[in-house]
């Protein structure tokens, strides 16, 4: 995992030293949100993701949900991310600019860029830059204004992942959810301090105590509708047992000792497309063989028996959804 520094490319992990031990996630550097001068057109977009990025993982979930597979092209990286980063590799090719790394398209985008190289990326075709590379930002934009070009027999088709009535509630749950799990298990993985560590585990396992009290009373995290917190969720909890309780140290429970996060997990999991975005062996396989300072020797264990496909009823998506209502 490197960055680059003023356009040159430099192999360096991050840097705990003068935090304490504790893991700093920086800002993403593209942030762009507004498309009231020209609309989005089909064909114009590419997202670049990783099937094994939970943050990339969100993007594909609306992309698929809400019927822009054909409107938004796709390609993916490589699950291994060593001293070149996300690279186009074995099978994993960019039909962009025939780049061999992800990085050669940020400094195609911005030739002095400083900053680390991450997946998702939404690309513009036409001008060949970097739109947005923040996933909470770029699932807004597939929701709204690229939501148009979806198809409409989607499953979300003409439905909002943020309706208006729910949005301060919709913010304050993935305020929480990101700073304690999203991101809190990496504040896990990658503290290199027992307190930065005891700090992060503490806050991740109350959020996810809170999240199991909260989803006892209601189907999903904002109350009867399915909502964009549902899907920022659930792909870190899809990776919660498989990676992040072994891996990274989030080891107080496990996933499946939530009955409640289990079932919103298998839940989403069922949903029309979700399934096909979810490879868990491109997730382990990256996870384990990636952070050598984690797993040094690249061993890659056994995964846990998990049956995502076993009932689930959490309530339909939204009146007319494709889920059976609640008993």
Not at 2 to 17: A, F, I, K, M, P
Not at 93 to 102: E, R
């Amino acid at each position: 995992m490197g960055l680059l520094v003023n356009g040159e490319w430099q192999d360096r992990w991050y840097d705990t030293s003068s935090t304490g031990g504790r893991f700093v996630r920086k800002d993403a550097a593209f942030r762009q949100t507004d498309f009231a001068g020209e609309p989005p057109v089909a064909g114009r977009y590419h997202l670049i993701v990783s099937h094994a990025c939970p943050w990339a993982h969100r993007t594909l979930i609306v992309r698929a949900l809400k019927g822009l597979e054909g409107a938004v092209s796709l390609s993916v990286v490589h699950p291994d991310m060593l001293s070149l980063g996300w690279e186009f590799k074995e099978g994993f090719s960019d039909p962009l600019l025939g780049a061999q790394t992800l990085f050669a398209l940020y400094q195609k985008a911005d030739p002095h860029y400083t900053g680390r190289v991450t997946v998702p990326v939404l690309w513009d075709k036409k001008t060949e830059r970097i739109v947005n590379n923040e996933s909470s930002e770029i699932i807004r934009l597939l929701d709204g204004p690229f939501a148009p070009l979806g198809r409409p027999d989607a499953p979300l088709a003409g439905r909002s992942l943020r309706p208006p009535a729910l949005q301060a509630e919709i913010d304050a749950i993935n305020n929480r959810v990101y700073e304690t799990l999203n991101n809190g298990v990496y504040r896990c993985g990658f503290a290199t301090s027992q307190q930065a560590y005891d700090e992060a585990v503490v806050s991740l396992f109350d959020t996810m105590d809170w999240l199991e009290e909260r989803l006892g009373s209601r189907p999903w995290l904002a109350g009867d509708a399915f909502t964009e917190a549902d899907v920022r969720l659930f792909t870190t909890l899809f990776r919660f047992d498989p990676v992040y309780h072994g891996h990274f140290k989030c080891s107080l429970r496990r996933l499946v000792d939530y009955p409640q996060l289990w079932e919103h997990t298998r839940a989403i999991y069922q949903l029309p497309g979700v399934a096909a975005l979810c490879h868990l062996d491109q997730i382990r396989r990256h996870y384990y063989f990636s952070h050598d300072s984690i797993n040094p020797h690249r061993v890659v264990p056994m995964a846990p028996d998990l049956d995502y496909g076993a009932p689930a009823d959490r309530g339909p998506l939204f009146p007319g959804a494709l889920l059976k209502a609640r008993r």
